[in-house]
Nanobody, 119 residues
Framework: QVQLVESGGGLVQAGGSLRLSCAASGDTFKNYVMAWFRQAPGKEREFVAGINRSDGTTAYADSVKGRFTISRDNVKNMVYLEMSSLNPEDTAVYYC????????????WGQGTQVTVSS
């Protein structure tokens, strides 16, 4: 079990950039696959980006490929999501999530941080 706390959300204009951070504690961070999800008002939570435990392999939703970059620092126990070329469709609460490689579902979640993109 790891505890996750997101930060870095805010209000930006279309075309702008934000960097989200996720601080992890409580368990051996390097053993966890990490990811970012988001949930817009009235919509279901969706996968945004994921990163492997150690080799840096990443995966992205088609809607954010080329604009978002996920990374991790296993020394600082941090996960980041760098977002650029933001548009109003990116407006959502963004959640940091983690799972052990043997788990099929993400079962460690942060409280979320709001990202709002204005026209």
């Amino acid at each position: 079990q790891v505890q996750l706390v997101e930060s870095g959300g805010g209000l930006v204009q279309a075309g702008g950039s934000l960097r989200l951070s996720c601080a992890a504690s409580g368990d051996t961070f390097k053993n966890y696959v990490m990811a970012w999800f988001r949930q817009a008002p009235g919509k279901e939570r969706e996968f945004v980006a994921g990163i492997n435990r150690s080799d840096g392999t990443t995966a992205y939703a088609d809607s954010v490929k080329g604009r978002f970059t996920i990374s991790r620092d296993n020394v600082k126990n941090m996960v980041y999501l760098e977002m650029s070329s933001l548009n109003p469709e990116d407006t959502a609460v963004y959640y940091c999530a983690g799972r052990l490689a043997t788990h099929r579902d993400y079962d460690n979640w942060g409280q979320g941080t709001q990202v709002t993109v204005s026209s």
